[in-house]
C-alpha cells in the first residue's frame, strides 16, 4: 500500500489539483524520524477519511450511488465505462470522474459518449484521494445524477488504501493479466464488492485458465459478486447492468445480499 511506497506522505492536500498535485515523497531513512513519519501517515489518512465520509454524505443525500472502479493499467475500465454508457445511458444519469497520472485521454473519450466527465490530473500520485474527488464534485451537475463512475488510477496497491466516499468498490481484471493476479494484490481484492473479469473474449487466446482464476478470486474476496464480460463484445455485460440497479444509495434501499458499504 501506500505505506510502503510513500506516496501518502505528503505535506498537505490543500491545494489545487485540477492540472495536477505535487504528492512529494518524503524519504526518512534516519532512525530519529521513524516517530515522525508515523504520525505524518496516520495525520494523512484520518484527514482522507473525514473527508470520505463528507463526500459519502453528499452522495446519500442526493440518493448518487457511486463507484470505485479499480484495476491495473489496461484492463479496461474505459471501455467498461464506455460500454456502460452505450447499452444502460437511457437506465442511469451517470457522470464520471477519472483519475491519471497525466492526459486527459479518457475524459474526452467518455464526453464524446455524452456522459459529463471530470478528469482528474494527478502528476506523480498513483491513486486518487477523497479531496481530488470533492474538489471535481464541485465541477459536476450533482442533482442530474443517480449513478457516478470513480475511474481510479490504474494501479493495484496505492487506491485500496483510500476511501473516497463510495458506495461500493470494483476491481477489474484482464484475462490478459494472468489467474494469480488476485494472490499478488489481495488487499485491493479483500475489499471488492465485485470483481469484474474482462476481456473474455481473449481467454482462449492466451490460454486463460478460468476454473483457477475464479478459485483465487473466490479466496481473496470471497464475499464478492463475479461477472466474467468482454467491454469489447458486450458479452456478460447485463450481469453487470443488474448488478449497478442493486446499489442502494440510488434505489433508496439497503440490498446488503449484492453490494458491500462503505
Not at 477519511?49 to 443525500?61: C, K, Q, S, Y
Not at 464488492?193 to 482462449?204: F, G, P, Q, R, S
Request: charged share 30%; net charge negative.
Amino acid at each position: 500500500m501506500c505505506d510502503h511506497c510513500g506516496c501518502s506522505i505528503v505535506a498537505d492536500h490543500e491545494h489545487d489539483h485540477g492540472g495536477g498535485n505535487d504528492h512529494s515523497h518524503h524519504h526518512h531513512t534516519h532512525p530519529k524520524d521513524e516517530q515522525r513519519e508515523v504520525e505524518v501517515r496516520r495525520s494523512i489518512f484520518s484527514r482522507n477519511d473525514r473527508l470520505a465520509e463528507r463526500n459519502r454524505g453528499m452522495f446519500m443525500a442526493r440518493r448518487i450511488s457511486s463507484v470505485n472502479l479499480m484495476s491495473s493499467p489496461g484492463s479496461g475500465k474505459t471501455s467498461l465505462i464506455e460500454r456502460t454508457l452505450d447499452e444502460a445511458g437511457n437506465r442511469y444519469r451517470m457522470g464520471i470522474i477519472v483519475g491519471d497520472l497525466a492526459t486527459d485521454n479518457d475524459a474526452r473519450r467518455i464526453r464524446d459518449k455524452g456522459a459529463p466527465a471530470i478528469q482528474v490530473s494527478t502528476g506523480t500520485a498513483c491513486h486518487l484521494d477523497a479531496h481530488m474527488v470533492h474538489h471535481a464534485l464541485e465541477k459536476l451537475n450533482l442533482d442530474d445524477l443517480e449513478l457516478l463512475f470513480i475511474e481510479n488510477v490504474g494501479n493495484l496497491v496505492c487506491p485500496a488504501s483510500f476511501d473516497l466516499g463510495e458506495e461500493a468498490r470494483v476491481v477489474i481484471m484482464a484475462v490478459t493479466e494472468g489467474e494469480d493476479k488476485p494472490l499478488k494484490y489481495p488487499v485491493i481484492f479483500h475489499g471488492a464488492a465485485a470483481v469484474i473479469v474482462n476481456k473474455m473474449d481473449l481467454a482462449e487466446s492466451v490460454g486463460y485458465d478460468r476454473d483457477q482464476a475464479l478459485e483465487n478470486i473466490k479466496k481473496v474476496a470471497p464475499g464478492a459478486r463475479i461477472m466474467e464480460v468482454s467491454a469489447r463484445t458486450g458479452d456478460g455485460m447485463a450481469d453487470w447492468y443488474d448488478w449497478l440497479g442493486r446499489l442502494s444509495f440510488k434505489t433508496g434501499r439497503i440490498d446488503k445480499g449484492s453490494v458491500r458499504t462503505y
